[in-house]
């Protein structure tokens, strides 16, 4: 079975700065995909970005960046110029293009600082 | 585009009631979840639909839990009888593509269970 493994319960950045949230994870299949979401205090989950397993490239969108370490097994996002509006729990959550299952991590509670 | 449309939003009852929840997903999304949030957890699959064929349903407590996915569209999400541990937020979610494992998220049903 896959695990997600989310080993910051919660963090803090002050406004306009970067922060960085871990994630690892551990699967024995080769094909798979990586995302973060974001949930706010309103409860929707929103795709924040996804990484596929094969692409050696580390996604990018906007403010938003990973550092996609596969041998290490590590999924980390970085926020650049953070905003008072990315304040909420995130999560990292792995999908097995074999499994089909989208498996989560217990999220990190990240609070930006004005 | 509408997005997955879950109802009610709020759920407060006793102990040994029942309860039902809705999903409407995206239009032409094939692959539906429902998703349980333990306050502080990430979400958990509780089941997984292609079509109105039920692909995962392992980690769902039959005992006491059912769901439905008439005609391949609506679904829905019951409980009886409810206990104290099954206060959290129901999720559904959907996707277009089963394979990348993008799903789109409805705001969530949370329940409490007094």
């Known amino acids: 079975a896959q695990t997600v493994t989310q080993s910051q319960p919660e963090m803090s950045v002050q406004e306009a700065e970067t922060v960085t949230l871990s994630c690892t994870y551990d699967t024995s299949e080769s094909d798979y995909y990586l995302f973060w979401y974001k949930q706010p205090p309103s409860r929707q989950m929103i795709l924040v970005i996804r990484?596929?397993?094969?692409?050696?490239q580390n996604a990018t969108e906007n403010r938003f960046s990973v550092n996609f370490q596969k041998a290490a097994k590590s999924f980390s996002l970085k926020i650049s110029d953070s905003q008072l509006g990315d304040a909420a729990m995130y999560f990292c959550a792995y999908y097995g293009a074999g499994s089909y299952q989208l498996t989560f991590g217990k999220g990190t509670k990240l609070s930006v600082i004005p | 585009e509408a997005g997955v449309a879950q109802s009610p939003r709020y759920k407060i009852i006793e102990k040994r009631q029942s309860v039902a929840f809705w999903c409407n997903p995206i239009s032409g999304h094939a692959t539906l979840y429902w998703y349980q949030q333990i306050l502080g957890q990430g979400p958990k699959l509780l089941i997984q639909f292609q079509n109105n064929g039920v692909v995962d349903d392992s980690q769902l407590p039959k005992d006491r839990f059912s769901a439905e996915r008439l005609k391949g569209v609506d679904s829905t999400l019951k409980i009886q009888p409810a206990k104290l541990e099954d206060s959290a937020v129901y999720l559904c979610a959907s996707s277009l593509v089963r394979a990348t494992g993008e799903l789109f998220f409805g705001e969530g049903s949370r329940l409490t269970v007094l």
């Open positions: 990484q596929e397993a094969y692409k050696q």
